[in-house]
């Protein structure tokens, strides 16, 4: 059976968001509002194909990609810088590189028991969060 990330899931933990946050270079009070927040995300897989919704009372963003297929990233309303983002798969985990202006950027994503795993990763910056089923 391949793996499956469709669902609603909600934070449960967010290690070093702070440091992620200052990496891409998020201003403090934006930071401030967004380390209070509990990000919700509604995932919807088919086969390859990705829907990511990250939704919360501040911003919400949404992402929508094939796994193997380039393409165009605007992360509008985060720090809006553009990128070129690709997603592979490495096993069972959902490995995206964002290449542009910020070195090392990217995120991974896996399932380990029921939880979904997420790791931010931008310049020395590793931010850690895990979410439960809704
Ligand atoms: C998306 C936030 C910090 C700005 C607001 C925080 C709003 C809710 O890209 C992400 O997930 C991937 C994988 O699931 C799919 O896009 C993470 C949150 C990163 C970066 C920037 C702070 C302002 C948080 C949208």
Redesign the pocket.
């Known amino acids: 059976m391949p793996v499956d990330f469709s669902g609603t899931w909600n934070l449960v933990s967010n290690d070093n968001f702070e440091g992620?946050?200052v990496a891409?270079g998020?201003d403090f009070a934006?930071?401030k509002i967004?380390k209070m927040?509990k990000?919700q995300?509604v995932i919807k897989q088919d086969g390859d194909s990705f829907y990511?919704h990250?939704?919360?009372t501040?911003?919400?963003?949404l992402?929508e990609f094939k796994v193997g297929e380039e393409f165009e990233e605007d992360n509008k309303?985060?720090?809006n810088r553009k990128c070129k983002s690709l997603v592979t798969w490495e096993n069972d985990k959902l490995v995206?590189v964002q290449t542009g202006e910020k070195k090392n950027r990217g995120?991974t994503?896996w399932l380990e028991g029921d939880d979904l795993h997420?790791e931010?990763r931008c310049e020395n910056q590793v931010c850690r969060q895990v979410f439960k089923r809704a």
């Open positions: 992620y946050m891409l998020i934006t930071r967004a927040l990000p995300k990511i990250t939704t919360s501040f911003r919400d963003y992402l309303g985060l720090d995206c995120w994503h997420l931010l």
